[in-house]
């Protein structure tokens, strides 16, 4: 068996959340939101931030929330087609704050990322595709 790409990561966040993951993965980084109509009617327990055609973060709303654990979790690491400047400027306007900058080993090779935190304590490296 061969794996071809990540698919998608499912991450929970707190049951009244879902209006500060918005405004941080829709209108912050800027990602489309799939599938609320869904998650609204009830049809599925989640709904999906569309990171490329082919990858999302599921985002499930929960009672039981607990905030991830450095121990449990580190990060999740997103390809960005945008330059490093690209990526930090956009960051800027939205007012996301820059946690700190690399240029990590990956699947792809080494690039320049810059790693953000969301409101829910998730870890996200943003990984520059183009010099």
């Known amino acids: 068996m061969n794996g071809t790409a990540i698919d998608h990561v499912k991450l929970q966040i707190p049951a009244d959340g879902i209006e500060t993951a918005l405004a941080f993965y829709r209108?912050?980084?800027?990602?489309?939101?799939?599938?609320?109509?869904?998650?609204e009617s009830g049809e599925k327990?989640?709904?999906?931030?569309?990171?490329?055609?082919?990858?999302?973060?599921?985002?499930?709303?929960?009672?039981?929330?607990a905030?991830?654990?450095?121990?449990?979790?580190?990060?999740?690491?997103?390809?960005?087609d945008d330059t490093i400047e690209g990526v930090e400027a956009a960051l800027d306007d939205?007012?996301?704050?820059?946690?700190?900058r690399?240029?990590?080993l990956g699947a792809t090779g080494v690039a320049p990322a810059v790693y953000v935190t969301d409101p829910f304590g998730y870890r996200i490296e943003l990984k520059a595709e183009r010099a």
């Open 27 to 39: 209108d912050g980084l800027g990602f489309e939101i799939d599938g609320m109509d869904l998650y």
């Open 102 to 104: 690399l240029d990590p």
């Open 67 to 80: 905030a991830p654990s450095r121990t449990a979790y580190d990060h999740v690491a997103v390809r960005v």
């Open 94 to 100: 939205a007012g996301i704050e820059i946690d700190r």
């Open 45 to 65: 327990p989640f709904f999906s931030v569309r990171l490329a055609p082919g990858a999302v973060i599921h985002l499930e709303p929960s009672d039981d929330f």
